[in-house]
C-alpha cells in the first residue's frame, strides 16, 4: 500500500477502523447468487436513462449531519427515479453505514446493490451478501488479485477503484473487467472531474468503466459520459433532497428533455462533499 501519511486523516482513521472490524470477524464463506451489473446497465440504456449507480450515503467526513430517513425509502425513490443499481455503503464509523441496511435495501428492490466499503481482508467479505463488492486498488496494494479472486469465488462481481494510471496499471493486471474512476483524491478529498479525463483513454475496451464521485448535474453526467464513462456513481448530489427527483435529472440527462424539473449549473470542483 501508499505511504499512509498521504493519505487524509479520516481516510487513514477509516483504514484503522476497518482492520479491527476485520480482525473481529469469523463468520461463515458467503455465497451469492449476484444480479447482473452489466444486465442492468444495458437495460436502463436500452430505454434511454442514463446507466447510474445511486449511493445511499448518509453522511461522509465532509458533509455536515447525517440523513436520518429510513435507506429502503430513499432507496426505492432512487429505483423509481431509474437507477440501474444502487450502492450502499456500510462503513459505520464515518460514513453511518451499516451491513443490516445493505440487507434490508436488497431485500427490498431488484436491482444489482453494491456493497461499499473499505475492504481490506478476505474475512470482510463475508460480512454480507451483495451483488458487486468495491476493492479500492489503492488500499489493498499487492493484495488486489488475491482480494479479487477471493471475492469472485464467492460469486460476486467486483469493481475495483482506481485514481491515477499507474493503479489502473495495477487493476488491469490484477484481471479487473470493471473499473471505476474515483474523482475524489483520497489524500486531499477534493474533486476534480479532471480525473476521469485523464485516465479513462487508458482503459481498453471490454471493462466496464465507471466514474465515481463529484458528479452533481445533467452537465457533468454529459462530461463523463463524453469521457468514456459506461455509468456513473452518485452519492451526495442525490442524497441532497428529493432522492427520486435528483435521480431522474441525472438518469434523463442525455434524453434531451433538460431532466425533469430543469438543470442546474455544473457543481464547483472544491466544494463537492465526499
Ligand atoms: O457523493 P459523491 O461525490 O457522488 O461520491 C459517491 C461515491 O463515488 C463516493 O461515495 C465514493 C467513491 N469511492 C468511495 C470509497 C469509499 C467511500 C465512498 C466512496
Known amino acids: 500500500m501508499d505511504d ?43 430505454d434511454g436513462r442514463v446507466p447510474l449507480i445511486a449511493e445511499v450515503k448518509p453522511t461522509s467526513p465532509t458533509t455536515e449531519g447525517a440523513r436520518e430517513d429510513d435507506p429502503v425509502a430513499l432507496a426505492e425513490g432512487m429505483v423509481a427515479g431509474g437507477a440501474a ?21 436488497r431485500d427490498a428492490v431488484d436491482v444489482p446493490v453494491l456493497r461499499k ?4 481482508e478476505e474475512a470482510q467479505l463475508d460480512a454480507a451478501e451483495s451483488d458487486v463488492v468495491l476493492l479500492i486498488a489503492r488500499f489493498v496494494g499487492n493484495d488486489l488479485a488475491d482480494l479479487l ?15 491515477d494510471r499507474s493503479e489502473l496499471e495495477r487493476a488491469l493486471d490484477a484481471g479487473a473487467t470493471t473499473i471505476g474512476v474515483n474523482n475524489r ?29 463529484g458528479i452533481g448535474s445533467p452537465a457533468d453526467v454529459r462530461r463523463m459520459r463524453a ?3 459506461d455509468a456513473l456513481l452518485v452519492g451526495s448530489a442525490i442524497m441532497d433532497g428529493d432522492v427520486e427527483a435528483n435521480t431522474r435529472d441525472l438518469v434523463r440527462a442525455e434524453a434531451g428533455d433538460g431532466g425533469a424539473s430543469g438543470e442546474s449549473d455544473t457543481t464547483d470542483a472544491t466544494e463537492t462533499p465526499t
Do not use: C, K, M
Open 85 to 105: 443499481a444502487l450502492s450502499v455503503l456500510t462503513e459505520p464509523e464515518h460514513f453511518g453505514g451499516r451491513v443490516e441496511t445493505l440487507e434490508r435495501v
Open 117 to 120: 466499503d473499505f475492504v481490506v
Open 227 to 229: 469521457a468514456g464513462a
Open 185 to 213: 483524491d483520497l489524500a486531499e478529498l477534493v474533486v476534480d472531474l479532471g480525473t476521469f479525463e485523464s485516465v479513462a483513454p487508458h482503459v481498453p475496451d471490454g471493462v466496464t468503466l465507471i466514474a465515481e464521485s
Open 149 to 163: 479472486a477471493a471475492a469472485r469465488e464467492r460469486g460476486f462481481q467486483v469493481l475495483v477503484e482506481v485514481h
Open 4 to 46: 499512509p501519511d498521504e493519505l487524509a486523516p479520516a481516510v487513514r482513521s477509516i483504514l484503522s477502523a476497518a482492520r479491527d472490524r476485520a480482525d473481529a470477524r469469523a463468520g461463515a464463506i458467503v455465497s451469492v447468487a449476484p444480479r447482473d451489473l452489466s444486465a442492468a446497465f444495458e437495460r436502463a440504456a436500452a
